[in-house]
């Protein structure tokens, strides 16, 4: 059974994982507009080849040279896949919040493997 999560708590989620940047990473920012839809696109499936996706990136990397130059990037969080798959209203915020932050992340320029290394880490350090 899907938690029953009303759009505000999950916008909240949203701004929660934001809200919990260091200053210096929310300062550069920038431009970035944070959008939450139900569900990828076929198209954007297709083009990642993939099945699903939580959240998605789309816009120039700010340690790319052109990023001064590029229109305003993107983050798009999925709701659908996030209520599917995480059970409990404790699960899906967790989850939301990290989605949020997993695509900031690209937008400053680290790559999946990086963050896959980094969240290695972290369980090390534990």
């Given at each position: 059974?899907?938690?029953?999560?009303?759009?505000?708590?999950?916008?909240?989620?949203?701004?929660?994982?934001?809200?919990?940047?260091?200053?210096?990473?929310?300062?550069?920012?920038?431009r970035?507009?944070?959008t939450?839809?139900?569900?990828?696109?076929?198209?954007?499936?297709?083009?990642?080849?993939?099945?699903?996706?939580?959240?998605?990136?789309s816009?120039?990397?700010?340690?790319?040279?052109?990023?001064?130059?590029?229109?305003?990037a993107?983050?798009?969080?999925?709701?659908?896949?996030?209520?599917?798959d995480?059970?409990?209203?404790?699960?899906?915020?967790e989850?939301?919040?990290?989605?949020?932050?997993?695509?900031?992340?690209?937008?400053?320029?680290?790559?999946?493997?990086?963050?896959?290394?980094?969240?290695?880490?972290?369980r090390?350090?534990?």
């Amino acid at each position: 059974m899907e938690p029953r999560i009303d759009d505000e708590t999950f916008e909240d989620w949203v701004f929660e994982a934001f809200d919990a940047l260091p200053d210096q990473f929310r300062e550069r920012l920038g431009r970035v507009a944070i959008t939450i839809e139900d569900w990828a696109t076929s198209e954007q499936l297709r083009q990642l080849g993939v099945p699903g996706l939580y959240g998605l990136y789309s816009g120039v990397a700010l340690n790319r040279e052109q990023a001064e130059f590029a229109p305003p990037a993107r983050i798009t969080i999925f709701r659908g896949p996030l209520v599917r798959d995480f059970r409990t209203p404790e699960a899906l915020r967790e989850k939301v919040i990290d989605t949020v932050q997993h695509e900031i992340a690209h937008h400053f320029g680290i790559s999946d493997e990086r963050l896959d290394e980094l969240a290695f880490e972290r369980r090390g350090a534990r």
